[in-house]
C-alpha cells in the first residue's frame, strides 16, 4: 500500500486546535497503521527553543534531544508515538537547509527561488520522513491560520503533492470556527466560508471539514457549509468546545470522521477506544477533589505549563480525582497565606532569576509544614537551595545563575557548558538515563532501577556540596550512571517531598501517567 497523506491546515483565527484535531485524527485511525506526525510552522526560527513561553507557549523537548512545537505533545500523547525532531519543519529550517544546498553548488548555478526550491525541499523533507520510518499514514499539519503570508510556500508544497503522490493517497483536512454570536443564538458559516474560499484561492479544496463551535453543528449549518464549500454534508462535523481535550476523539468518531477517511484514502483502520472511553468518564465523573498550588513565573499563560497540566489529568483518569490548580506568579510573592488551603505544591521549570526567591520561600514552607511538594528541572535546583540555606545552615547559598558571586554556589553550570556561546540547541537536551537507589520513594514509584527521562538545562546540583547535603537529610535517589550528577532527590521524613532535574511531565499518558506524578496526587489525597 503506498503512503497516505492527511494535510491538516487551519483558518479564521489561531488557537483553535488543529493540533489536537490532527493528533486526534492519529488517535482514531491508529489501530492498523503506523502514523508519523509532521507539524511545518512559519516562524524563521530553526526551532522554539530560544523562544519565551509567553511568545509560544511551551517548548517541547524530545527523547532525541530536539526542542520542537507543543503539538508534538498531543501527538505523542494521542499517537503513542516518541517523535523525532527532524519531523518538525520551520521555515526558518527549510530556508537554512536551502541556502546549504546552494552554498555547495547543489543547484548547478541556477537560480534559486521559492518556487520551486523551496516548495521541493519541503515535499522532499515529508517523503524522505516518511521512507526513513516506513509510514503507512503521515499526518501534516500547517502551522498558522491560511492567508497568514508565513505559511504560503507550505501551503503551496502541500497543493502540490496531490500530484506527487496521486489524489487518491491524499486528504485535506480544514480546521474553521463557527460562531454563535452573543444574542443572536445562531451558527454562522460565513467565516468558514471566507476560510474555505482562501484556501481555494491556493489551489487546495478540502475533503473535511472540522468547524469549531460552542455547540454541536445544526444539520442545516452542515448543509449550509457543504452547499458553499462543495463538500458532501457528511465531511463537515463537529469540533466541540470541551473541558477535556482528550474527548475530542469520541466526538470525531461519533461525527463519522473515521468512515470518512476510510473511504476517502481506501484504509481500515477503525478505531478502539473502550479503554480510551473509561478513562475520560473518570475524568468526567471525578469522586475526589484536591487543589495544587502552581508556583511559577509564566502562569498567566498557561500553555507555558501544558505538559504538567495534561500529566495531572492522566492522574485524574487513573485515581478518579479533580486537580485544581492554583496559579501562583512568585515573581512578586508577599502573602503565602494560599498555602493554608493547597493539598500539595508544585514548582515547575524555568530559566533566569526573576521569581525565584518567591518559590525558594513556597519550598520551605511547604517542607517546614510537610505540605506534598514536587520540583521539576528549577524546581530541583530551588529545594537544594533552600535545604541548604535552612538545614544546612549554607547561609546565602544559590546557583550561579541566580547570584555569580554567591558563597555558596550549590548549584552550578555544566563544565561543559561554560564556553557555549550560542544559545539554541545547546543544553543538556534529551532523555538521559538515571540509575535509581534501591529502597527510596522514587525507586518504588518507578519499579524500576533505571530510568529514562528528558532533560532541558544547563545547571546541576554541585558535587562540592553533595556530602553536606546527604549528612543533613537530603536523599539523592536517583544519578547519573557515573553518579556525578543528581538527577532525583526526596526528603524521606516527608508525606511527599520529591524533586527531579528532568521533566517527566513530557513522557506523562493517558494510559501511563507519570510515575512522580502519580505518586504525587495520591499524596495529596492522604
Known amino acids: 500500500m503506498p503512503t497516505k497523506y492527511i494535510i491538516v491546515t487551519g483558518g479564521v483565527l489561531s488557537g483553535l486546535g488543529k493540533g489536537i484535531a490532527a493528533a486526534s485524527i492519529g488517535h482514531l485511525l491508529s489501530s492498523r497503521l503506523k502514523i508519523i506526525p509532521i507539524k511545518c510552522d512559519g516562524y524563521l526560527n530553526v526551532d ?45 529550517r527549510v530556508f537554512d537547509m536551502v541556502r546549504q544546498k546552494e552554498r555547495r ?28 520510518e516506513s509510514a ?73 471539514i472540522i468547524g469549531r463551535c460552542s455547540q454541536f453543528l445544526t444539520k442545516e449549518i452542515k448543509s449550509k457549509i457543504s452547499s458553499f464549500c462543495d463538500v458532501v454534508s457528511d465531511a463537515v462535523i463537529t469540533g466541540l468546545d470541551v473541558d477535556d481535550i482528550y474527548e475530542i476523539p469520541l466526538i470525531f468518531e461519533a461525527e463519522g470522521l473515521p468512515d470518512i477517511l476510510h473511504k476517502k484514502l481506501n484504509i481500515y483502520s477503525p478505531p478502539e477506544l473502550r479503554r480510551w472511553k473509561e478513562l475520560v468518564d473518570n475524568i468526567r465523573n471525578p469522586k475526589r477533589e484536591i487543589t495544587v498550588a502552581m ?3 509564566y502562569t498567566k499563560l498557561e500553555d507555558s505549563y501544558a505538559s504538567i497540566i495534561e500529566s495531572f489529568n492522566h492522574c485524574s483518569a487513573h485515581l478518579g480525582c ?56 528549577l524546581g530541583l535546583q530551588l529545594a537544594v537551595i533552600e535545604f541548604a540555606r535552612n538545614a544546612c545552615g549554607l547561609e546565602k547559598a544559590n546557583s550561579t545563575e541566580m547570584d555569580s558571586d554567591t558563597p555558596h554556589p550549590v548549584i552550578d553550570i555544566l563544565p561543559e557548558q561554560k564556553e557555549i556561546v550560542d544559545k539554541g540547541g545547546t543544553m543538556r537536551l534529551g ?48 544519578c547519573s550512571r557515573d553518579g556525578r550528577l543528581v538527577e532525583f532527590i526526596e526528603l524521606p521524613q516527608m508525606k511527599y517531598f520529591v524533586a527531579t532535574q528532568a521533566h517527566p511531565e513530557l513522557k506523562s499518558r493517558m494510559e501511563f501517567p507519570a510515575p512522580l506524578f502519580y505518586g504525587f496526587v495520591k499524596a495529596c489525597l492522604g
Not at 60 to 78: P, Q, W
Not at 105 to 132: C, R, W
Not at 149 to 167: P, S, T, W, Y
Not at 451 to 470: A, C, G, K, M, T
Open 431 to 478: 532523555a538521559y538515563p538515571a540509575i535509581l537507589k534501591e529502597g527510596t520513594l522514587t525507586h518504588s514509584l518507578y519499579e524500576a532501577s533505571e530510568v529514562s527521562e528528558r532533560h532541558r538545562h544547563r545547571y546541576e546540583v554541585n558535587p562540592e556540596y553533595h556530602d553536606i547535603l546527604q549528612e543533613k537529610g537530603m536523599v539523592f535517589s536517583g
Open 136 to 208: 503507512e499514514l503521515v499526518i501534516v499539519e500547517i502551522g498558522g491560520t491560511v492567508g497568514d503570508i508565513e505559511n504560503e510556500l507550505f501551503l503551496e508544497a502541500m497543493r502540490q503533492m496531490k500530484e506527487d503522490v496521486g489524489r487518491d493517497n491524499i486528504a485535506y483536512v480544514h480546521l474553521t470556527y463557527v460562531p454563535v454570536p452573543y444574542g443572536v443564538n445562531e451558527q454562522k458559516s460565513k467565516p468558514t466560508q471566507q476560510s474555505v474560499n482562501l484556501l481555494k484561492q491556493r489551489g487546495i479544496f478540502p475533503d473535511l
Open 295 to 297: 508556583c511559577g513565573k
Open 322 to 377: 479533580k486537580v485544581h490548580l492554583q496559579w501562583v506568579e512568585t515573581t512578586d510573592l508577599q502573602d503565602a497565606s494560599f498555602m493554608d488551603g493547597v493539598d500539595g505544591v508544585v514548582v515547575p521549570g524555568g530559566f533566569g532569576s526573576r521569581g525565584t526567591e518567591g518559590k525558594i520561600e513556597v519550598i520551605r514552607l511547604a517542607r517546614e509544614r510537610d505540605i506534598p511538594f514536587l520540583g521539576l528541572c
Open 48 to 92: 522554539p527553543g530560544t523562544m519565551n513561553p509567553f511568545e509560544h507557549g511551551e517548548v517541547f523537548v524530545l527523547d532525541d534531544g530536539g526542542e520542537v512545537d507543543m503539538d508534538f505533545g498531543h501527538y505523542e500523547r494521542f499517537l503513542g508515538v516518541t517523535c523525532k525532531t527532524n519531523w518538525n519543519l520551520t521555515m526558518g
Open 105 to 132: 553548488g547543489d543547484y548547478l548555478g541556477k537560480t534559486v527561488q521559492y518556487i520551486p526550491h523551496v516548495t521541493n525541499m519541503i515535499k522532499s523533507h515529508i517523503f524522505e520522513v516518511a521512507e526513513e
